[in-house]
């Protein structure tokens, strides 16, 4: 009898302790773009624990999705790469009853996702921006001049250009999906291309000003934009501004601008999504319609600097983001905006290699 006991109390421990893990929600996302205090007011008000694990590239998500039994409940893959593992089954279906914040969604933005999601049946929108250039304002004055307008891709794509900017530093994304069409788009060629004579020449062309590039990396520009240790960053538009936000409050006297340049850009979304085999499902959609909660969404927006898909949360948005055309593109600005397109196998080969040519000269 007594053993028996003891086994049963091993078994309501053991049930306790499954019970304790059950509570907790597995969340990927990418760095620097969660509100600092999201995450506790999410734990406050639903009792459930997060760990919260970062990455800075959609090939590193997709490589971890395409594995499978990742252990992540949430997922924020870009709406490019959405599409193209929801066809490889990566991805559940929401169940939209458990997400009555998805009423606050802006209806325009989510028909927009639903180009890759059909009926948006696998994802929200969680924050979509622009692929563009960030810039030390008086560094590009001292080497171009003091009336120099940054407005083009050729302050990175043109060798001369570049050349002068090299001693101070210009960095890139390890983003061979955006960089590749930018430099395709900059040679008057469609970004959207999938001619692997295209792609040649756009590795050409940053083939022509590798030498004036620092780096390839896609989260470290943050920082060295903020420090002044760079002075030039093809990246993302809400992590540009978290840079200028960041000189600002150093008072280092670094003064950072983005651009969408004039040639056009990319404009993408990043959806949250639960993969197909994630342990807990019903806490990942108490997590989604907790994010699209019209405050719990600006708040987030209003640390990170990106434009969000969530219309009930504009009005609580600060009026300096929502009036900057870096964060909304101008309807002319957003005239020359590209959707990127999921890349089929052959193409994804050729952007590897290629990829790969471009930043070690093999
Ligand atoms: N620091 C957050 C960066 C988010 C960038 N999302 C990737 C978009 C890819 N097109």
């Not at 979509?128 to 001049?145: D, K, P, S």
């Not at 929502?322 to 080969?349: H, N, Q």
Request: hydrophobic residues 45%; aromatic residues 10%; negative net charge.
């Amino acid at each position: 009898m007594k053993y028996r006991l003891t086994t049963a109390l091993i078994a309501l421990a053991a049930a306790g302790a499954v019970q304790a893990q059950d509570n907790v929600l597995h969340v990927y996302n990418w760095s620097d773009y969660i509100a600092e205090d999201t995450l506790e007011k999410f734990t406050a008000e639903t009792g459930i624990e997060v760990t919260y694990d970062v990455y800075d590239s959609n090939e590193v998500l997709e490589a971890k999705m395409l594995a499978g039994s990742s252990g992540y409940d949430v997922v924020v893959p870009t709406s490019d790469f959405l599409q193209r593992q929801i066809a490889a089954g990566v991805y559940a279906e929401l169940d939209y009853d458990q997400l009555p914040n998805a009423a606050n969604m802006d209806a325009d933005l989510m028909a927009g996702a639903a180009a890759y999601d059909a009926d948006n049946a696998h994802a929200v929108i969680y924050m979509w921006g622009t692929t563009g250039i960030g810039y030390n304002v008086n560094a590009i004055a001292e080497r171009l001049g003091e009336d120099y307008e940054v407005d083009s891709w050729s302050l990175v794509f043109d060798p001369e250009i570049s050349a002068k900017l090299a001693d101070c530093g210009i960095s890139m994304l390890d983003a061979p999906t955006e960089i590749l069409p930018a430099a395709m788009n900059y040679l008057g060629l469609n970004p959207n291309s999938t001619d692997k004579a295209d792609f040649e020449a756009g590795a050409a062309l940053l083939e022509s000003v590798r030498d004036n590039v620092r780096y390839f990396h896609s989260s470290q520009y943050i920082s060295d934009l903020a420090n002044g240790d760079t002075c030039v960053a093809v990246g993302w538009s809400g992590d540009v501004f978290q840079a200028l936000y960041r000189a600002e409050e150093a008072e280092n006297g670094v003064e950072i601008g983005y651009v969408i340049p004039k040639e056009g850009a990319l404009q993408w979304f990043d959806m949250l999504a639960i993969p197909a085999d994630a342990p807990n499902p019903d806490l990942a959609h108490t997590f989604i319609n907790f994010i699209m909660d019209a405050q719990i969404t600006a708040d987030i927006t209003n640390y990170v600097w990106y434009a969000n898909g969530n219309a009930a949360s504009m009005p609580l948005v600060d009026e300096e983001i929502t009036s900057d055309p870096g964060i909304f593109p101008t309807e002319a600005a957003k005239a020359g905006l590209w959707a990127s397109v999921p890349y089929d196998a052959r193409t994804d080969r050729t952007v590897t290699r290629l990829w790969t040519r471009v930043k070690t000269g093999q």
